[in-house]
């Protein structure tokens, strides 16, 4: 089984540019194209199998130091 693995400044450079047209073909919004636009490196998002996901890292964690 083969897969790829993209990112979705990737994907811009394949459509011009368009993230309405990226968004389209991930099935998600705009701003969510947005979101990850500066992320080259796949640090937060990666596209496998034009399948969009996404790291939540850090989402609901408590500190108890931090207060």
Request: hydrophobic content about 35%.
């Amino acid at each position: 089984m083969t897969f790829s693995v993209k990112t979705i400044p990737d994907m811009l450079v394949e459509a011009y540019g368009n993230q309405t047209e990226v968004a389209r073909r991930l099935s998600c919004h705009r701003n969510t194209v947005r979101r990850y636009l500066y992320d080259k490196e796949a640090r937060h998002h990666a596209i496998v199998n034009g399948v969009l996901m996404i790291h939540q890292g850090g989402r609901g964690v408590y500190d108890r130091n931090q207060h």
